[in-house]
């Protein structure tokens, strides 16, 4: 069955670092998507993206955080100057026209 | 605002027993329902779907969920509980366009499943 994949698993990075989480969808889903979990809380919605562009984001989705689908097959997640607050695991998802199928999530550390 | 609501933060259920996950939503029109379970470790997986129709669905490991449009509600259910189950179980509502749902999902805290021997 075709999965959502993330890269990495596992990332450590210095607060004030920019980081890229990536994500490969399935291949024929044209709905993607990002969220987040924080250690202990709720699944967050972060951003969602179609047709190259963002069809909406939420409030955590600021200025320090963008998306892009540098070529037909990836997905990222940029954020620009990481906070020790924005430590979580984050999720891809991507849809064809019903349910999101989710990655298996990136742990991002920031210390 | 649209919310979800899952009461139990945390059940222990014995190995055969049966088990209810409660759900309640708040929305003002029906939205879509899905239930996902969280392994450690693992992203989350689709169980179940809610979209129209008939309210009962049946999903992948022998769960069931049934929608209640006058409760909000979409309970998760299985009658006999093996080992393997226990995990994170997360209620999520979605919204979209006709049979298309393409927004975000709005997830609830999540219920950690147990299973005693």
């Known amino acids: 069955e075709p999965e959502v994949t993330q890269t990495p698993s596992h990332q450590v990075t210095q607060m004030g670092q920019e980081v890229i989480l990536r994500c490969v969808p399935i291949?024929?889903?044209?709905?993607f998507y990002w969220y987040r979990q924080i250690l202990g809380q709720k699944v967050e919605f972060l951003v969602s993206?179609?047709?190259?562009?963002?069809?909406?984001k939420s409030e955590i989705f600021d200025d320090q955080f963008s998306v892009e689908r540098p070529d037909g097959s990836n997905f990222t997640l940029k954020i620009r100057s990481t906070k020790l607050e924005d430590s979580a695991m984050y999720f891809c998802a991507s849809s064809e026209w019903g349910p999101q199928h989710f990655g298996d999530g990136t742990r991002l550390s920031i210390l | 605002a649209q919310s979800v609501t899952q009461p139990d933060i945390h059940i222990t259920v014995s190995e055969g027993a049966s088990l209810e996950l409660r759900c309640n939503y708040s929305y003002g029109a029906t939205p879509y329902l899905f239930w996902y379970v969280q392994s450690p470790g693992q992203g989350l997986q689709l169980l179940l779907k809610?979209?129209?129709?008939y309210t009962l669905v049946q999903g992948i490991k022998g769960f069931e969920a049934e929608f209640k449009r006058s409760q909000s509600s979409f309970n998760l259910r299985k009658p006999s509980v093996h080992w393997s189950d226990a995990a994170e179980y997360f209620c999520?509502?979605?919204w979209g366009h006709g049979s298309s749902n393409t927004g975000k999902l709005i997830f609830g805290q999540g219920t950690t499943l147990q299973v005693k021997p």
């Open positions: 993206f179609y047709n190259n562009e963002i069809s909406e």
């Open positions: 999520a509502v979605g």
């Open positions: 291949s024929n889903h044209l709905y």
């Open positions: 809610y979209f129209s129709g």
